[in-house]
């Protein structure tokens, strides 16, 4: 890679060892990708739960926040991923004090690197959306497909060392959807039939992941009728980044850079019809089990409107079996003042904050709690589960909640 | 005469050699391994079941989120991680978890890698050449 004199500085030590150390990961990748040099970065997001850390990882963590503070500390905004627990409901979870004392340690090494500790997937949402054309530095796959898709912005999907790593530098390697060229479609989808519900939404956004193939698969979509909002879109592209490993989408007349269609090269494409079927074939396939032992709404947290939606719907009712909401902490005070809190809690459920569901020791937690039957509205979560060893089920929010009151989906 | 060296695209880490496992199917650390047991537990993928540790893993592409980037360089500390993983695509998260963790990884061949190596056969991955070799098939 071509540095300039910042980075060669960087390289050789000249701004501490942590930045020495940033860069040469930074180095690593970019040789990897054929990366010619490094792009500044405006904010950074950090994915790094302790599941995922384990004692290894926080020990790497702390072995950085140890530096002097000069040299440790972020140079530009990084924020954090949701965290591995929510600490004030972790015993209901069934989570242990060992995975709390390691949830504890690592935002403790977080806080000294002056990580702003925002624990959320929904940042676009919530913090701060990035803006067409800003190049960040962005971890979870839903937080970089947004904000790639909806916002215009750019940005890899970056993981925990490689995000942490852009924060201490100010930069990442250029390849990927930082350059672009690599922004065009591979992939042209004629949907059919416009999904309404969130987990439709999800249900299409997986299906054009899975038949998009990899990371390096840019779907446009044609059809799609009216304009979806925030969480539909939300929910579309965290699908089908888990789904494809995509990062980046366009839909033709409502996302920026497919405005206008003459923007874009796709009509060389073969189109490949997607109709309402194909997408319930999908959901369908998860459907496995009528009986549940859980409801989930996670993955991405819930927007203030979802909170709003799924409190409606447990208005009056007594759950029989658990019901578990997660939001960011954002959005958790302003459901908590507007009475949403209390409508899921007094039906039985439970609301969360600052965690997400699979980032959170799913495997134990589904041990702790003889949790294995999981009814949810995210298409994203179920493709997540069966490997923690999860029958997840693909399911409505209304059906969802009917489930918790019944104990089976209709 | 088969084809027992292929030449990728990507490549960074040691030289390692290893005995295979093949799927034609992605990877994600987090969405198809039981990495406290060390086997692939995803029921549908097709290595569901089998042990990865010190195994050379031929897949399709990579899959999934962020967390595989931590997770390589966890399994590592823990002596519980494949010697290598060949990619006919990569993303990002991957490569960046085998540059933090220090494995040996390839990417990006002229040929689907899962259909030209069999399972179980013993390849030698030489990153600086970018080549993976077969050294004993097991066709």
């Given at each position: 890679m071509?540095l300039?004199q910042e980075?060669?500085a960087?390289?050789?030590?000249?701004?501490?060892?942590?930045?020495k150390?940033?860069?040469?990961?930074?180095?690593?990748?970019?040789d990897?990708?054929?990366?010619?040099d490094f792009?500044?970065?405006?904010q950074?997001?950090i994915?790094a739960d302790?599941e995922?850390l384990?004692?290894a990882?926080v020990?790497?963590?702390?072995?950085?926040?140890?530096n002097?503070g000069?040299?440790?500390?972020v140079?530009i905004?990084?924020?954090?991923d949701?965290?591995?627990?929510?600490?004030?409901k972790?015993?209901?979870?069934?989570?242990?004090?060992v995975m709390?004392?390691?949830?504890?340690?690592?935002i403790?090494?977080?806080?000294?690197?002056?990580?702003?500790m925002?624990?959320?997937?929904?940042?676009?949402q919530?913090?701060?959306a990035p803006v067409y054309?800003?190049?960040?530095?962005?971890?979870?796959?839903?937080?970089?497909?947004?904000?790639?898709?909806i916002?215009g912005?750019?940005?890899?999907f970056?993981?925990?060392p490689?995000?942490?790593?852009?924060?201490?530098?100010?930069?990442?390697?250029r390849?990927g959807?930082?350059?672009?060229?690599h922004?065009?479609?591979?992939?042209?989808?004629?949907v059919r039939?416009?999904?309404?519900?969130?987990?439709?939404?999800?249900a299409l956004g997986?299906l054009?992941?899975?038949?998009?193939?990899?990371?390096w698969?840019v779907?446009?979509?044609e059809?799609?009728?009216g304009?979806p909002?925030?969480?539909?879109?939300k929910?579309?592209?965290?699908?089908?980044?888990s789904f494809?490993s995509c990062?980046?989408?366009?839909i033709l007349?409502?996302t920026p850079?497919a405005?206008?269609?003459?923007?874009?090269h796709?009509?060389h494409l073969?189109?490949?019809e997607?109709?309402?079927a194909?997408?319930?074939?999908?959901?369908s396939s998860?459907r496995?089990?009528?009986e549940?032992?859980?409801?989930?709404?996670?993955?991405?947290?819930?927007?203030?409107f979802?909170?709003?939606?799924?409190a409606?719907?447990?208005?009056?009712?007594?759950?029989?079996?658990?019901?578990?909401a997660?939001?960011?902490?954002q959005?958790?005070p302003?459901?908590?003042r507007?009475?949403?809190?209390?409508m899921i809690?007094a039906?039985?459920?439970?609301?969360?904050?600052?965690?997400?569901?699979?980032?959170?020791?799913a495997?134990?937690?589904a041990?702790?709690?003889?949790?294995?039957r999981?009814?949810t509205?995210?298409a994203?979560m179920?493709?997540?589960?069966?490997g923690y060893?999860y029958t997840?089920i693909?399911?409505?929010?209304?059906d969802?909640?009917?489930?918790?009151?019944?104990?089976?989906?209709? | 005469?088969?084809?027992?060296i292929f030449?990728?695209?990507h490549?960074?880490?040691?030289?390692?050699?290893g005995?295979?496992l093949t799927?034609q199917?992605?990877f994600?650390a987090?969405?198809?391994l039981d990495?406290?047991n060390?086997?692939?537990s995803r029921?549908?993928?097709?290595l569901?079941?089998?042990p990865?540790?010190?195994?050379i893993?031929v897949?399709?592409?990579?899959?999934?989120?962020?967390?595989s980037?931590?997770?390589i360089?966890e399994?590592?500390?823990?002596n519980?991680?494949?010697?290598a993983?060949?990619?006919?695509t990569v993303?990002?998260?991957?490569?960046?978890?085998?540059?933090h963790?220090?494995?040996?990884?390839?990417?990006?061949?002229?040929v689907d890698?899962?259909?030209?190596?069999?399972s179980?056969?013993?390849l030698?991955i030489?990153?600086?050449?970018?080549t993976?070799?077969?050294?004993?098939?097991?066709?």
């Open positions: 071509n300039n980075e060669k960087m390289l050789a030590g000249e701004f501490g060892p942590v930045r150390t940033a860069i040469e990961h930074q180095i690593k990748v970019g990897f990708f054929g990366a010619e792009v500044p970065v405006s950074a997001h994915m302790t995922s384990g004692e990882g020990l790497w963590l702390e072995s950085l926040a140890k002097a000069k040299d440790r500390t140079r905004p990084t924020i954090t949701p965290r591995g627990t929510d600490f004030n972790a015993k209901q979870l069934g989570q242990t004090e709390l004392a390691l949830e504890k340690r690592a403790a090494a977080f806080i000294k690197m002056g990580v702003s925002t624990d959320t997937c929904i940042n676009y919530t913090i701060m054309g800003e190049h960040v530095a962005f971890g979870d796959t839903g937080v970089v497909i947004y904000s790639n898709s916002c912005a750019r940005s890899n970056e993981g925990g490689s995000a942490l790593a852009a924060g201490l530098t100010g930069r990442t390697p390849y959807f930082h350059i672009e060229q922004r065009q479609p591979t992939h042209r989808f004629l039939w416009t999904p309404e519900s969130l987990n439709e939404w999800g997986g054009i992941g899975r038949k998009s193939g990899n990371y698969s779907p446009v979509i059809g799609i009728e304009h909002g925030s969480d539909s879109l929910h579309f592209g965290a699908a089908m980044a494809g990062a980046l989408f366009h007349g409502i850079e405005i206008h269609s003459h923007d874009l796709y009509t073969a189109p490949i997607i109709n309402k194909d997408v319930m074939a999908l959901q998860y496995v089990s009528d549940i032992d859980v409801v989930v709404f996670s993955a991405p947290q819930l927007s203030l979802e909170m709003q939606s799924v409606a719907l447990c208005d009056g009712k007594k759950f029989k079996k658990p019901l578990l997660v939001t960011s902490p959005v958790k302003d459901a908590d507007m009475g949403y809190t209390a809690e039906a039985g459920g439970t609301v969360f904050a600052g965690m997400c569901f699979y980032q959170s020791y495997r134990e937690i041990q702790a709690n003889g949790w294995k999981l009814a509205n995210s994203k179920v493709n997540i589960l069966g060893g997840p693909l399911a409505s929010m209304e969802c909640v009917r489930a918790a009151e019944t104990g089976r989906l209709a | 005469m088969s084809q027992n030449t990728a695209k490549a960074q880490g040691p030289v390692v050699e005995v295979c799927a199917d992605g994600s987090r969405y198809d990495r406290i060390g086997v692939f029921p549908s993928h097709p569901y079941g089998k990865y540790h010190n195994t893993l897949v399709d592409t990579a899959k999934g989120g962020v967390a980037a931590w997770m360089y399994m590592k500390m823990r519980l991680c494949p010697l993983i060949v990619f006919n993303n990002p998260i991957l490569a960046q978890g085998a540059a963790g220090g494995i040996a990884m390839l990417a990006g061949f002229e890698i899962t259909t030209a190596i069999p179980g056969s013993t030698r030489n990153p600086a050449m970018k993976l070799e077969i050294i004993r098939s097991a066709s």
